[in-house]
């Protein structure tokens, strides 16, 4: 199976059908209807065909400092800077997931103890931020073991649920 079609089967609920040929968007971050703030950070990947072997992952606005900065570029990406913030792209692949890691580490110390940051509001987005970037590198790290003739029965976690783990469990 390539990466797309597992994608879609793991986030099926949270995919939109872009306007180009059979080109899809994933959305993967935990944003709720109560999180307003127009800083928080949209996690997308992106595909230009459903049959994909590889994704472009998009973060923006995202929190990025000189480390961020440094290890997207390291790997292929690219940071623009743009009147809302930040935008991140990273193309990937199914043996990514380390790649993955790295940024949400990266993203996680932009605002660890004594670093200085210009919106106050990263303070909670970075870990959000985070936290959703490790739950896909777990699920691209299970797309790469997946064989090729077997169907996606991808557990992806809240962030596909369309629940934020942030938020409360309604009985």
């Not at 623009?80 to 935008?87: E, F, L, N, Q, V």
């Not at 004594?114 to 509001?121: E, I």
């Not at 970037?133 to 649920?161: H, K, T, V, Y």
Request: with cysteine; proline share 6%.
């Amino acid at each position: 199976m390539n990466l797309a079609t597992f994608l879609l089967a793991a986030y099926g609920t949270r995919v939109h059908r872009t306007s180009f040929g059979d080109g899809l968007s994933i959305r993967i971050d935990d944003q709720s209807q109560g999180d307003v703030h127009l800083g928080f950070c949209q996690i997308h990947l992106s595909a230009q065909r459903s049959d994909d072997t590889s994704v472009l992952l998009e973060l923006s606005p995202a929190p990025h400092d000189a480390e961020v900065e440094e290890m997207v570029n390291r790997h292929g990406g690219h940071i623009t800077h743009g009147s809302i913030g930040a935008t991140i792209q990273l193309p990937l692949g199914p043996r990514d997931a380390r790649r993955v890691r790295d940024l949400a580490r990266a993203i996680r110390r932009v605002t660890r103890r004594g670093q200085r940051y210009p919106d106050p509001n990263w303070k909670w987005i970075c870990p959000r931020t985070a936290d959703s970037l490790e739950r896909f590198a777990e699920l691209l790290a299970r797309a790469r073991r997946q064989p090729a003739n077997q169907s996606a029965n991808a557990e992806p976690g809240p962030a596909c649920s369309g629940r934020s783990s942030h938020e409360p469990k309604r009985g």
